[in-house]
């Protein structure tokens, strides 16, 4: 069982607290550019809607949209995230094995169905990361070595922002890595989610391997869009999957906390098959997809870390709006007040 002492951190002003989330996302960034690689670059806030390259998420989830007056009937999209993009930017920046991209994505949820949590917002702000890698590296040893290096920028932070802050870091020293079809066996009877508890309390920072695919009790463990991370490649006998999540054991929140999902990318062969459990053939059509699938696009890693999530796990904050501004429910608003919480 891990054992998190949580000591008391200093009380920042609202001034402090914005130095202090700039300090985070400027340490993390730096640290990220230099143990994996990564070229600082800028992205698009939208795409066209038809271009194939809007990330998905669980399929569910509406993109904000609209029309842009001097460009005919295009329908354009803000993004979710920039999964798909990256690849296209690693091939029209000629990038090499092991040289990759890191960008800051914003983007608008508008359906996100949990506002009342203290973890979820309409505004979304990640670092979206990638980078080229060799066929030879598409396997479980090369995502545990990529997630250690994520894991080492995250610790890191968290000492500087001690030093500087007088915040305690509440990390273990190394990160574990579970499958899902372990946390199946381990716990049958329990949901994905409280499986995300019990795990990540016990061993306080964990990376949770193939987030997608069907499990052996026929459920998922959470949504995957079929066309970025590959969640069907087996790695081990009985398990599959080169994506999953870094999760954090948040005593503030007593919660599992999702930092960053990311994964080994979909190879062709992998795409078309992912495509068709989910029932999506269709998108193979799309442009983005034909690249892919006539092999115009790098073998890819990359993946999504929430910046806010960042700052408010680091900084030990209750609510995400302490860390970014948002609109918030007036039950939210209440709460808050009444909880001392300021947002921001």
């Known amino acids: 069982m891990s054992t998190i002492t949580l000591e008391k951190p200093k009380e920042l002003s609202l001034l402090e607290t914005e130095r202090a989330i700039s300090f985070v996302k400027k340490i993390f960034q730096s640290k990220m550019e230099s143990y994996l690689n990564l070229i600082p670059i800028s992205a698009p806030l939208f795409t066209s809607a038809d271009s194939g390259v809007q990330d998905n998420l669980n399929g569910t989830e509406k993109a904000v949209s609209f029309k842009i007056k001097s460009n005919g009937n295009t329908k354009y999209e803000i993004v979710h995230s920039l999964a798909k993009w990256k690849r296209t930017a690693l091939k029209r920046y000629n990038a090499e094995p092991g040289q990759g991209i890191i960008t800051n994505m914003t983007a608008l949820r508008p359906d996100e169905p949990d506002l009342t949590s203290h973890i979820h917002s309409v505004y979304v702000d990640q670092w979206d990361w990638e980078k080229v890698i060799e066929t030879s590296d598409r396997n479980l040893d090369f995502l545990k070595s990529t997630v250690k290096l994520i894991f080492q920028s995250i610790k890191g932070t968290a000492e500087r922002v001690n030093d500087e802050f007088g915040i305690p870091g509440i990390l273990p020293e190394e990160i574990s890595f579970v499958h899902t079809e372990d946390l199946v066996k381990k716990w049958p009877d329990k949901t994905p989610k409280e499986r995300e508890d019990l795990i990540t309390r016990s061993l306080g920072a964990v990376f949770i391997i193939g987030i997608g ?14 066309d970025y991370d590959d969640w069907t490649s087996e790695t081990l006998e009985g398990k599959r999957g080169l994506n999953g999540d870094i999760m954090v054991w948040n005593p503030i929140l007593g919660r599992a906390f999702e930092l960053s999902s990311m ?39 990359g993946g999504g870390i929430g910046q806010s999530r960042l700052a408010m796990f680091i900084l030990h904050k209750k609510h995400i709006g302490e860390v970014h501004v948002s609109e918030w429910p007036e039950e939210v608003l209440n709460s808050c007040k009444e909880m001392g919480i300021e947002l921001l």
């Open 213 to 226: 695919g069907e499990l052996p009790d026929g459920s998922i463990h959470d949504g995957r869009a079929p």
């Open 263 to 301: 994964g080994i990318r979909v190879d062709s062969s992998t795409m078309l098959k992912q495509l068709e459990i989910r029932g999506e053939k269709k998108r193979a059509k799309l442009d983005w997809h034909k690249d892919l699938l006539n092999g115009n696009l790098p073998q890819t890693i």
